[in-house]
């Protein structure tokens, strides 16, 4: 994804969610939310802020060089 050689999944754009930098042991996301992620008191939902911790966690190397993530 961060070589634009793979698409990002559907999720990305839904939550405005951006891979940022792949590297060995580090992976960067950003994510710029907008009315469709608030609470009605106007803070930020944590469905959209766990998706994004999930995803920074979950990516794994494979076999092949080439990583996964969840998102």
Do not use: N, W
Request: glycine share 8%; net charge negative.
């Amino acid at each position: 994804m961060t070589g634009r050689e793979l698409a990002p999944p559907p999720m990305c754009e839904q939550l405005k969610v951006t891979l940022v930098e792949a590297a060995a042991g580090k992976v960067a996301f950003t994510c710029h939310p907008d009315e469709s992620h608030y609470h009605p008191i106007g803070a930020v939902h944590s469905g959209p802020v766990c998706t994004l911790m999930d995803s920074a966690s979950a990516v794994q190397p494979t076999p092949q060089g080439r990583g996964y993530t969840s998102i």
